[in-house]
């Protein structure tokens, strides 16, 4: 494949006449890491709403691998090899960490009635528990396999929804800011996961964060937005360096 992985070119999006995002541009090559940042209500979830399906953009073009994304829904996209975490963790009660796994490769492979399957008593295959084991390790959360997911911490947690979405085996993966509510050993056990990720797994991945050493130590590139427009982008102790995202976002006025 020649081009970028994922490329979106002036996208734009309105809300009751309030300007989400207006004209922004962004690309992610195979592999990389690639960081979105901005201050509150800058868009950045509005941006990767538009990306990943959940909102159509009023204007402008998203392709993945060449192809226009234009008219599929977010169960399409994640076909196409694109998975997203959230900010708000969603994970569901009375499940292990292992059902969050197995509903989401079952999802992937289309394989059976997913929920009632499993509540049923439906016994994973071996296929399946490897598959399942492979992430689990990946990501560290073997030994907590077989407990309720809700009796986790909100790291752990974040880590769970991390592996669900990595069981959809996505060549590309939205991340926004996982390490929301975390603390400072949390953080690093969710950045030191996620370069695993990236290097063992070769996952494109494109992270929402507000934590900037995070940010720092994470991402190749980086993409500052502020009242919905793009002003800055580039290699990111670059982005971090320039005055306008000092002023827009780190607050540095001097």
């Not at 201050?39 to 941006?47: H, V």
């Not at 090899?81 to 994970?91: K, M, P, V």
Request: aromatic residues 6%.
């Amino acid at each position: 494949m020649s081009g970028p992985l994922l490329e979106a070119e002036a996208v734009s999006k309105r809300f009751s006449g309030i300007v989400a995002l207006s004209d922004v541009s962004l690309h992610v090559a195979d592999g990389e890491f690639v960081a979105v940042i901005g201050p509150n209500g800058a868009g950045k979830s509005t941006l990767f709403n538009c990306l990943s399906g959940v909102l159509r953009p009023d204007r402008g073009t998203v392709t993945f691998r060449g192809r226009s994304l234009e008219r599929l829904r977010p169960s399409a996209r994640a076909r196409l090899g694109i998975a997203r975490t959230f900010q708000r963790i969603e994970l569901f009660g009375g499940m292990t960490v292992l059902d969050h796994l197995l509903v989401a490769d079952r999802a992937r492979t289309r394989r059976g009635g997913l929920w009632s399957d499993l509540f049923r008593g439906s016994r994973p295959t071996s296929e399946e528990l490897e598959r399942c084991g492979i992430v689990l390790e990946l990501v560290g959360l073997t030994e907590w396999a077989d407990r309720p997911a809700e009796s986790l911490s909100l790291g752990k947690g974040r880590l769970v929804e991390l592996a669900r979405a990595l069981m959809c085996d996505p060549a590309l993966l939205f991340l926004d800011e996982p390490s929301s509510g975390l603390d400072r050993h949390e953080t690093a056990e969710m950045s030191a996961t996620l370069e695993t990720v990236s290097r063992q797994h070769g996952t494109a991945i494109v992270l929402i964060e507000h934590d900037v050493p995070m940010v720092r130590r994470l991402a190749e590139r980086t993409y500052v937005l502020d009242y919905g427009q793009l002003i800055a982008d580039g290699p990111t102790e670059d982005v971090l360096g320039d005055e306008r995202v000092r002023v827009a976002y780190l607050g540095d006025n001097s």
